[in-house]
């Protein structure tokens, strides 16, 4: 059986490793590989080498540490198919939808080749009599970043780019589930040029975060999971005194207004819904239709959609959504269901009963659609994560804005519309994070910045755009006088400028 060792120092192996865990093929449930559980030694031999590599490559001229990264984005397209082919076999996601995983991932790596430009600091030519002060932004040193599953390629390529290009070692320890891609990255950014230990890759789960969060060489750390273990995670980390962003969860709302296209906007929730098998942070998990002739349009219009979605396998090219992760996450998605059931909403498509002939052991839910949804119902209370949409019917728009402000998560909201007043203020007032605007899943471009509000994050810099160079550097900032411009006689008073 393959296993998947960690990768540290340039070379993958299972270093000090005793444990392994099983990482399964969800489409079918076999066990196809093992990944090794990293020991507090290699967590150590990871930092050591970290530590060795980062001030050389710290002082390499920011133009040169950006050339790695056009090879590593070149690399990275070159084995597209196989990267994709890799994530889907571990995460069960298909193959068009992983290559967005990695593409998505690939454009922060792109993004990061502006280092140079990005780090340009400031200056003020004369701040007092022969006074010249100038910021500039240092590296932190060693980084880290933890991921979760969903997103094997694109999260460790949002933390990893920014954090090396401007001069960090790394360390990633991604999911346990699906940790193929990680080290395949891993492996490229060498073949790209990186320096051995700049980026290290170690596997396991709650015993190496809490040495990652512990260690005194890990000066910052970057989060992405679930809010119980982000906000753990923060408070954690910033009580050792690091810098920390967390971003947790998410359950996110789709108004639809009465005047909006019905086919558009249900087109919309079906791929925000049940792509990627509602495995997605930014999933639209509850649609919000403006009066009852809205909702029964849209209940209408999703109903022929759902019954036509073709559920299979990664490997069979016509599949539109793949199983969920694991045996347990299936358990658990079918059993809210049947608690959706028990207390009051109407199951309008159910999908507990999914079954593919040759996949019986496969973790798969059928596309589920509920109707008459409430804020009390555990349904809507909880993070699903699996291919179930709920309707919440609201009487106005301000009832539906309301709803979405009420909600303890922040991380993404849309609306359908054609009105440009409802849109405009929809966005200006909502208190989340990323908002979308007939666009239901809007996950903002590398040059823009990613992150939720409320419990859906914690720390207040996110992922990419210029929020993630400011993130993975600190701001030092330098006063100088030179000989000819300096008084004689000391001074007592608080420097100030006259
Ligand atoms: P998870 O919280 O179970 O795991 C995330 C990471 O934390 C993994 O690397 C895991 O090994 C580690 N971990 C697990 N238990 C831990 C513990 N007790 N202590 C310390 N570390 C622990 O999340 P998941 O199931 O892998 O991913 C799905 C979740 O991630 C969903 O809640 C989803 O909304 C969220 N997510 C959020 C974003 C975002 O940007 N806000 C993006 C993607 C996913």
Same mark, same amino acid.
């Given at each position: 059986?393959?296993?998947?060792?960690?990768?540290?120092?340039?070379?993958?192996?299972?270093?000090?490793?005793?444990?392994?865990?099983?990482?399964?093929?969800?489409?079918?449930?076999?066990?196809?590989?093992?990944?090794?559980?990293?020991?507090?030694?290699?967590?150590?031999?990871?930092?050591?080498?970290?530590?060795?590599?980062?001030?050389?490559w710290a002082a390499t001229n920011p133009q040169r540490r950006?050339?790695?990264?056009?090879?590593?984005?070149?690399?990275?397209?070159?084995?597209?198919?196989?990267?994709?082919?890799?994530?889907?076999?571990?995460?069960?996601?298909?193959?068009?939808?992983?290559?967005?995983?990695?593409?998505?991932?690939?454009?922060?790596?792109?993004?990061?080749?502006?280092?140079?430009?990005?780090?340009?600091?400031?200056?003020?030519?004369?701040?007092?009599?022969?006074?010249?002060?100038?910021?500039?932004?240092?590296?932190?040193?060693?980084?880290?970043?933890?991921t979760p599953f969903n997103f094997p390629a694109m999260i460790?390529?949002?933390?990893?780019?920014?954090?090396?290009?401007?001069?960090?070692?790394?360390?990633?320890?991604?999911?346990?589930?699906?940790?193929?891609?990680?080290?395949?990255?891993?492996?490229?950014?060498?073949?790209?040029?990186?320096?051995?230990?700049?980026?290290?890759?170690?596997?396991?789960?709650?015993?190496?975060?809490?040495?990652?969060?512990?260690?005194?060489?890990?000066?910052?750390?970057?989060?992405?999971?679930?809010?119980?273990?982000?906000?753990?995670?923060?408070?954690?980390?910033?009580?050792?005194?690091?810098?920390?962003?967390?971003?947790?969860?998410?359950?996110?709302?789709?108004?639809?207004?009465?005047?909006?296209?019905?086919?558009?906007?249900?087109?919309?929730?079906?791929?925000?819904?049940?792509?990627?098998?509602?495995?997605?942070?930014?999933?639209?998990?509850?649609?919000? &239709?403006? =009066?009852? !002739? @809205? $909702?029964?349009?849209?209940?209408?219009?999703?109903?022929? +959609?759902?019954?036509?979605?073709? *559920?299979?396998?990664?490997?069979?090219?016509?599949?539109?959504?793949?199983?969920?992760?694991?045996?347990?996450?299936?358990?658990?998605?079918?059993?809210?269901?049947?608690?959706?059931?028990?207390?009051?909403?109407?199951?309008?498509?159910d999908g507990r009963d999914f079954a593919l002939q040759g996949?019986?052991?496969?973790?798969?839910?059928?596309?589920?659609?509920?109707?008459?949804?409430?804020?009390?119902?555990?349904?809507?209370?909880?993070?699903?994560?699996?291919?179930?949409?709920?309707?919440?019917?609201?009487?106005?728009?301000?009832?539906?804005?309301?709803?979405?402000?009420?909600? &303890?998560? =922040?991380? !993404? @909201? $849309?609306?359908?519309?054609?009105?440009?007043?409802?849109? +405009?203020?929809?966005?200006?007032? *909502?208190?989340?994070?990323?908002?979308?605007?007939?666009?239901?899943?809007?996950?903002?471009?590398?040059?823009?910045?990613?992150?939720?509000?409320?419990?859906?994050?914690?720390?207040?810099?996110?992922?990419?755009?210029?929020?993630?160079?400011?993130?993975?550097?600190?701001?030092?900032?330098?006063?100088?006088?030179?000989?000819?411009?300096?008084?004689?006689?000391?001074?007592?008073?608080?420097?100030?400028?006259?």
């Amino acid at each position: 059986m393959r296993t998947i060792g960690h990768f540290i120092d340039g070379v993958e192996s299972n270093g000090h490793s005793t444990q392994f865990q099983d990482v399964f093929n969800p489409a079918t449930g076999e066990i196809q590989a093992r990944v090794a559980l990293a020991t507090p030694a290699d967590l150590e031999a990871a930092v050591a080498s970290a530590a060795a590599a980062q001030p050389k490559w710290a002082a390499t001229n920011p133009q040169r540490r950006a050339r790695v990264f056009f090879n590593f984005v070149a690399l990275i397209n070159r084995d597209m198919q196989e990267l994709a082919e890799l994530l889907s076999a571990e995460h069960g996601k298909t193959v068009e939808d992983a290559k967005g995983d990695v593409l998505r991932g690939l454009e922060v790596a792109e993004f990061v080749a502006g280092a140079p430009h990005l780090l340009k600091g400031e200056y003020t030519d004369g701040a007092g009599p022969g006074i010249d002060m100038y910021s500039m932004r240092q590296p932190v040193g060693i980084g880290a970043g933890i991921t979760p599953f969903n997103f094997p390629a694109m999260i460790p390529l949002w933390m990893l780019s920014p954090a090396i290009a401007v001069g960090n070692a790394f360390i990633l320890k991604p999911s346990e589930r699906d940790p193929s891609v990680p080290v395949k990255l891993a492996q490229l950014a060498v073949e790209a040029g990186l320096p051995k230990g700049i980026l290290n890759v170690v596997h396991g789960g709650k015993d190496v975060v809490d040495g990652i969060l512990a260690h005194d060489k890990i000066e910052a750390i970057s989060f992405v999971g679930s809010t119980p273990i982000a906000r753990y995670v923060y408070g954690a980390a910033a009580q050792n005194g690091k810098r920390v962003q967390a971003f947790g969860g998410a359950k996110n709302h789709m108004v639809i207004m009465p005047d909006a296209d019905m086919n558009k906007a249900a087109d919309a929730l079906m791929g925000a819904g049940f792509g990627s098998a509602g495995e997605r942070c930014m999933a639209v998990s509850v649609a919000v &239709p403006v =009066g009852e !002739g @809205t $909702a029964d349009r849209i209940i209408e219009a999703l109903r022929p +959609r759902i019954e036509k979605l073709k *559920v299979g396998p990664a490997s069979d090219k016509a599949s539109e959504m793949g199983p969920v992760i694991t045996k347990a996450s299936q358990e658990r998605i079918k059993t809210l269901i049947s608690s959706g059931v028990s207390q009051g909403a109407d199951l309008v498509i159910d999908g507990r009963d999914f079954a593919l002939q040759g996949y019986e052991n496969g973790y798969f839910v059928g596309p589920t659609l509920f109707d008459h949804v409430t804020p009390e119902m555990d349904i809507y209370k909880e993070e699903i994560f699996g291919p179930v949409l709920c309707v919440a019917r609201a009487s106005t728009y301000g009832e539906a804005l309301n709803l979405v402000m009420d909600n &303890p998560y =922040g991380n !993404g @909201t $849309a609306i359908f519309t054609r009105d440009g007043d409802a849109a +405009r203020d929809f966005a200006a007032r *909502v208190n989340i994070g990323m908002v979308g605007v007939n666009v239901p899943v809007p996950v903002p471009l590398a040059y823009h910045s990613f992150g939720g509000w409320k419990a859906s994050a914690f720390g207040d810099l996110n992922q990419h755009g210029t929020d993630s160079i400011k993130f993975w550097t600190r701001t030092k900032t330098v006063t100088a006088r030179w000989p000819s411009g300096i008084k004689d006689g000391a001074e007592f008073q608080m420097p100030v400028m006259k």
